[in-house]
Structures are given as C-alpha cells and as structure tokens.
C-alpha cells in the first residue's frame, strides 16, 4: 500500500534525521488557511482527517498535523501525517501511523469556517490516477517526488506531534499521569472543535449524561443533560446565578491551549480549589483566545472531566471565566 510504503520511509528518515543531530525543520507546521475571508483553524483539519481517515491498533487516539500545499477557492491542500501514541508503563509508544496528501471541502456560514468533507488518494494501481483527479496539477510534483526536503517535511510533522504528546504527558501531575494522557487531550480538542462547529458530534466521545457547570463565582449552576441531547450545540446551557450562560465559544478565537490535569480562568490553576471531587478524575483544560488578546476578558475557558475507561468518555465540564 502506498501509505505503508510512505511510513516505512518516514520513520527511516527519522532515525537518520536524529542521528545527524539536525534541529531545524523545513516545514510548516499547522499553518491556517483562509477561506473567503475566514480562518480555517488548523485543529479543526487535523481533528476531522483524524475523525474520517484514521485508524488505531492500541486503543488509543490518532492526531495529526499538517504542512500546507496550497488552496483553490473553498479547497485546501496538504501534507499530513497522523500517529496513535499511547501511554504504556510511564512511555510513549507507537501504534498506527500514516503519512498523506489530503484535500479539505470548507464550508463557511455565518462567517463560520466548517470542514465538510476530505479525500485521500486511493492505494496501488489507483494511487496516481487518484492524485491527478483530487489534487490541482500545481501540487502533483509535491506529492510524486519523494525529494529528500519532502522527507524531512515528513519527519519534522512526526517528530511535532511526538512532541505534543510528550507535552501532554509531561503537564499531568504527579500521581495522575495515565495511559490515556495523549488520548485525553485530543479528546478534549475535539469536543472544543465541536462547540465550534467544525467538527460532527460523532467524533467526540460522552457519556449517557454529562453535568455542566459554572464555576462558583458565576453563581456556581448546574445541569445534567443526555448524550443526546448535547448533540444540539443549544442545549450547551447553564442556568445560574439568575443568568443563562451559553458554552458556546464565541467566533475570533483562533488560538487553543490545552493542558492535561488542570483548568483554566484565563489563568492556569488547580481544578480542586474549586471542584475538588472532580478533580479527582482525570480532565483536561482548554482556553480559546484571539491571536491578540489584549486582555483575560476575551478568553474563554472549559474544562472537561473524563471518567476512567479505557476509552475516556466526557462526564462533566466546567465553564470558568476570568472576571465575573
């Protein structure tokens, strides 16, 4: 299969790119498109490739990141590769992997950019005639030719994600640290994405019911809702403190950080200070925020608590705000 093929020279290139000791990157990495005048966050293209083309041999969750190869109108180009790292005794380790071109339909609504379709080219006798009819005739020479800066282009994506997901493991705190790490913060990305609406609801992972909350200085509400119910971006509702808070993230907040183990009100801190029993699950903070944000009143912050099965499912999330 060509993609088998791809990574088998991928993961030699990595090796021979570390042995030289070599540390810049030729690549691009993640680097957002736009489409009729509206940001394409590079989060929502690598969590829907990841959704719709990718596939896992340990249990765990495939991420992926991309080197851009250009764009016709509401279609977007690029290189991507896509790795399954788990966490097993403390470590990361390797399960599937892949290594493409992809081309992205965007939709845009409401000044809204929305992935709404992907293709791949096929595999053996297909491969090539599948290049020529996805992809524009100005890229087939990016994609053909095994060059050796395409390589590192290949090895820089791998080794960035690898890097992600030894950040992730790295920010849980001592004691808490699980196989699931990587696995819990894509998770919580792609419920982000969701709430976005650049993402379907079947991508992320809820339990039969899921609790929101407002944090106590909102007024400290509640609501417990179905997994069906909150596949309707609406029903993301709190009532609390005689207000209704809307967990949607506002539109203009092109920049995400997560971090494992802990929670956010613009600020990092400890999600026991203000929800102790939750945090004694495993949870993942998320702040959106413009890319100039001038000030803590334009972030917007969720944490998501997972439950603690092989295959983390969301149970609770807490809505956080830097000034009430």
């Given amino acids: 299969m060509q993609t088998n093929l791809f990574y088998a020279v991928l993961f030699a290139g990595v090796l021979a ?18 489409v009729n005048g509206v940001v394409v966050e590079p989060d929502s293209l690598n969590a829907y490739l ?27 180009f690029v290189s991507a590769v896509c790795n399954e790292l788990v966490v097993v005794d403390g470590r990361l380790v390797q399960g599937s992997g892949m290594g493409r071109a992809a081309a992205f339909e965007i939709e845009v609504d409401s000044m809204r950019a929305k992935v709404v379709g992907v293709e791949v080219p096929e595999d053996g006798n297909r491969y090539a005639p599948s290049i020529r009819r996805i992809f524009p005739q100005s890229i087939w020479q990016q994609i053909f030719e095994a060059t050796g800066r395409d390589r590192q282009r290949g090895v820089a994506l791998a080794q960035y994600l690898r890097a992600q997901a030894e950040a992730s493991l790295r920010a849980a705190p001592a004691g808490e640290v699980t196989r699931s790490d990587p696995t819990l913060d894509s998770a919580a990305r792609r419920v982000v994405e969701f709430l976005r609406g650049n993402a379907p609801f079947d991508q992320i992972e809820l339990s039969d019911s899921v609790t929101l909350s407002v944090s106590p200085e909102g007024g400290g509400g509640r609501a417990t809702l179905s997994r069906e119910q909150l596949r309707q971006l609406s029903a993301w509702r709190v009532r609390s403190g005689g207000r209704i808070f809307s967990l949607i993230p506002p539109s ?19 999600l026991a200070r203000k929800f102790p029993r939750l945090a004694e699950l495993p949870h993942v903070g998320t702040v959106l925020e413009p890319a100039n944000r001038t000030s803590c009143l334009q972030t917007w912050n969720m944490t998501f608590v997972f439950d603690t099965s092989s295959r983390p499912r969301i149970v609770a999330a807490v809505y ?3 000034e009430w």
């Fill in 320 to 322: 956080d705000q830097w």
């Fill in 50 to 76: 990841a959704a719709h083309r990718g596939f896992t041999s340990r249990g765990g969750e495939m991420r992926c990141a991309y080197s851009p190869l250009g764009q016709e109108g509401t279609r977007v």
């Fill in 17 to 34: 790119f570390i042995g030289c000791g070599r540390s810049e990157s030729p690549a691009v990495i993640n680097q957002p498109f736009t």
């Fill in 252 to 270: 203009g907040m092109t920049k995400l950080t997560t971090k494992v183990g802990r929670h956010f009100n613009c600020n990092e801190q400890s």
